[in-house]
């Protein structure tokens, strides 16, 4: 392989890792979405719940401790930088919807990034096709 060709085929192989990692990013950020609708499920269901009420509340992926429902109408919600504020839950929900818009618009960018990288491997594929026939 001469030099050139062998540029090329780098210069392909870091386009094509490029592409993986941005692919990874979009997947993260569908999980992410997926589980911030789950949390507005949640708050929905929270809204019927009684006061009073035992419930199971997740520590973690698959622990529960016992607790009970003391009080429906406020939630205490961290806002960042340490800070937390109190928030009724429809502006909770509120706070996640523009989450979940922030994802989506996020999701736009990198797909276009993606879609600018995936061009650039294409044109690379042509010239190291014409470039290996000339070889």
Do not use: C, H, R, W
């Amino acid at each position: 392989m001469n030099k050139e060709i062998q540029e090329k085929y780098m210069e392909y192989q870091m386009v094509a890792e490029q592409i993986q990692e941005l692919q990874k990013q979009i997947q993260a950020l569908s999980e992410k979405q997926t589980e911030v609708l789950s949390v507005i499920e949640s708050l929905d269901e929270l809204k019927n719940t009684k006061e009073g009420k035992d419930i199971l509340f997740p520590i973690s992926s698959g622990i529960f401790a016992k607790a009970k429902i003391q009080n429906t109408e406020d939630l205490l919600v961290n806002v960042g930088g340490n800070v937390v504020v109190s928030k009724d839950i429809e502006g909770a929900k509120k706070l996640l919807q523009e989450n979940i818009e922030d994802i989506k618009q996020t999701q736009v960018t990198i797909t276009a990034q993606t879609e600018k990288f995936a061009e650039k491997a294409q044109a690379l594929e042509k010239e190291l096709e014409t470039a290996s026939k000339n070889v």
